[in-house]
C-alpha cells in the first residue's frame, strides 16, 4: 500500500517473486471510468474506489490459500477494513516516503495514468496503518532491495532462505 509512486508495483513484483506466489497490479483492477478521471487529473472519491477495492478483495480471497501479493495504495483504513473484510488474513506493506521523494519519483516515470497532480489529493486521504492492524511500514528512501528485504522479515510465515 501507498501513495502514487511509492514503488508499490516494483516492490509488489519482487516480494511476490521472493515469496512464490502470484502478483497482481491493482491498476489492472480499474474500470475505465476511473483511469478516465484520474487521466484528466480528477482525484477519485469513494464511490469511484468501492468496486475496485471489492475486484481487489476478490482477487485476494481467491489467492488466500496459495498466497498472493497485490499493489493497492489503500490510503484510507475504511478501505484495508473493505479489503480484510474480502480476505481477512491480509497483510499490508506500507511504502512510506515523504512528499518531495515521492514527487520526484513521479515525474520521473513515463507512460503512466496518474499525473504528479494528483499526488497531494494522495498524501491527504493517506491514513498510515494503525497499531491495530495487520502490516508493516517500511521507509522507501532505502533502495528497492532494502526495502524488499524489511518487507519479507516482517510478513508472516514468508519463507527468508
Known amino acids: 500500500m501507498g501513495v502514487a509512486g511509492s514503488g508499490k508495483t516494483t516492490v509488489g513484483e519482487l516480494l511476490a517473486a521472493r515469496l ?3 502478483y497482481a497490479e491493482a491498476d489492472d483492477f480499474h474500470p475505465p471510468a476511473n483511469i478516465a478521471k484520474m487521466s484528466a487529473g480528477t482525484p477519485l472519491d469513494d464511490d469511484d474506489r468501492a468496486p475496485w477495492l471489492d475486484a481487489i478483495g476478490a482477487w ?3 489467492h488466500a490459500a496459495e498466497g498472493g501479493v497485490v499493489s ?10 473493505r479489503l480484510r473484510a474480502a480476505a481477512p488474513g491480509l ?3 506500507h511504502l512510506a516516503g515523504d ?3 515521492v514527487g520526484a519519483r513521479m515525474a520521473a516515470r513515463a507512460g503512466h495514468f496518474m499525473p504528479t ?3 497531494d489529493s494522495q498524501f491527504a486521504a493517506l491514513q498510515p496503518l494503525a497499531d491495530d ?3 508493516v511500514a517500511v521507509d522507501i528512501a532505502g533502495g528497492t532491495e532494502a526495502i524488499v528485504r ?4 516482517a510478513v508472516p510465515g514468508a519463507d527468508r532462505s
Request: aromatic content about 10%.
Open 20 to 22: 512464490g506466489v502470484t
Open 60 to 62: 485476494a480471497h481467491d
Open 72 to 81: 493497492c495504495s489503500a490510503l484510507k483504513r475504511a478501505y484495508r477494513d
Open 91 to 93: 497483510f499490508f506493506v
Open 99 to 101: 512528499r518531495a521523494l
Open 117 to 119: 497532480a494528483l499526488l
Open 133 to 135: 492492524e495487520a502490516g
Open 150 to 153: 524489511h518487507a519479507l522479515d
